[in-house]
């Protein structure tokens, strides 16, 4: 059976990690998330596979054409329509003949969740994979009933069931002529979920991860973290109590690692740093003297030298931090950090969050933010400054003080 990966998305709610990379291409553990989704399609025994591509194309295509991932890829351009339906019917020249597995490229899972999908699937039929979530108001939920689906129900205030449709599917061609047949909505989208009633639902088990907001990739960051095998580079006088990955070129000097760390080529932990739970570091990063990182995920060419303290943070690349740049993750009154996006405050779920911090970015010393703030690409966030609130993209914020001077006897 050969697969259809969707990622032509935007991922706005990831904002403002993904104004300058597609949301498949968020790096974690090491690897883009449409890496891990491909790596676990092939050991469910896929080997060919269309990759659905459209926002910033190029870097997704480049990364895949560059980096082999054991699949026979082919690469489809998403036209004008937006819209999971409309990325689908740019497959069927694809997948005419032959039924196939749908999948995001933004969710990920274990490949024994597309096994049983792909083994429960009736040829020429459609099949839903669902799983039972604790919080099913977030998600696309299902009806169903004799086991087939009902009816669906977008992040419903009330949900009728805890099945929520976690985007991997398998469909046979007869699927792009009921999506022609349905037509658009008065938002100028196929409607794909009125394709999937009456399709076969299949609840599922495992690990699934559906990355809609900057600080789920924490826990699928942990999970990553957990399944990928120790690899060794260059230790000197530290203190290890937790699993390394290291790629060539890395080095730890002189610091103590307390949790499970993924190091990138040619980048430098120490001397003298502290890295606490289950960390991320990209290529060609600097974590150095007497700076602590806790539960984060650095993107490449980050540099924190001196004196910093980065938690629960998601960085992206080629940040500079300042020395003494404090990001603050806990709130006074222990309450869950909320976050302001482009739809509304967002409750994250979270004792600790920080911040969510966009490429290139600028801290100068003694700089700090606030729990939950997002720092758009670009910004310069000078000396002393404590950002209160949040920063779009290419923001200089520096602080005007006073000073007063007064002369001894």
Not at 150 to 165: G, I, R, V
Not at 254 to 273: C, E, K, M, T
Request: proline share 3%; hydrophobic share 40%.
């Amino acid at each position: 059976m050969k697969a259809v990966v969707l990622a032509a998305g935007e991922g706005k709610r990831m904002r403002p990690l993904t104004y300058t990379r597609p949301k498949a291409m968020l790096c974690v553990a090491g690897a883009p998330l449409i890496s891990h989704v491909l790596c676990r399609l092939r050991e469910a025994g896929i080997s060919e596979a269309a990759i659905v591509v459209k926002y910033k194309k190029e870097m997704v295509t480049d990364y895949l054409s560059e980096n082999d991932c054991g699949m026979k890829l082919t690469f489809i351009e998403q036209g004008e329509k937006d819209g999971t339906g409309a990325a689908l019917l740019c497959a069927q020249e694809y997948a005419a003949k032959e039924d196939f597995l749908m999948v995001a490229a933004d969710n990920v899972c274990d490949s024994s969740i597309y096994k049983k999908v792909m083994d429960s699937h009736v040829n020429g039929g459609k099949t839903i994979a669902l799983k039972r979530v604790a919080n099913p108001s977030r998600f696309g939920v299902a009806k169903v009933e004799g086991g087939k689906i009902q009816e669906f129900f977008e992040k419903p205030e009330n949900p009728p069931s805890d099945l929520a449709n976690i985007s991997v599917y398998a469909f046979g061609p007869q699927i792009f002529r009921e999506l022609k047949s349905l037509g658009t909505s008065p938002r100028g989208e196929y409607e794909i979920v009125d394709a999937f009633l009456g399709a076969d639902a299949i609840e599922v088990d495992g690990f699934w991860m559906d990355a809609g907001y900057p600080w789920n990739l924490f826990e699928l960051n942990e999970r990553l973290l957990s399944e990928a095998g120790a690899k060794i580079g260059t230790i000197e006088n530290s203190s290890i109590k937790g699993k390394l990955i290291m790629e060539e070129g890395a080095k730890i000097i002189d610091s103590h690692i307390d949790g499970n760390l993924y190091v990138g080529r040619n980048s430098v932990i120490g001397p003298h740093a502290c890295i606490k739970g289950n960390v991320s570091i990209g290529e060609n990063c600097n974590v150095g003297e007497s700076t602590t990182i806790k539960s984060s995920i650095l993107f490449d060419n980050v540099n924190a030298k001196h004196l910093s303290y980065i938690g629960d943070s998601v960085v992206g690349s080629g940040v500079n931090f300042g020395s003494g740049t404090q990001i603050a993750n806990y709130r006074f009154d222990s309450e869950n950090v909320n976050v302001l996006t482009e739809k509304g405050w967002v409750n994250s779920g979270r004792k600790k969050l920080g911040a969510i911090i966009g490429d290139d970015v600028k801290f100068g010393v003694l700089a700090c933010t606030m729990p939950g703030k997002t720092i758009g690409n670009g910004c310069w966030v000078g000396s002393n400054v404590n950002v209160t609130r949040n920063l779009k993209p290419h923001t200089k914020v520096f602080a005007k003080q006073e000073y007063v001077y007064a002369q001894g006897e």
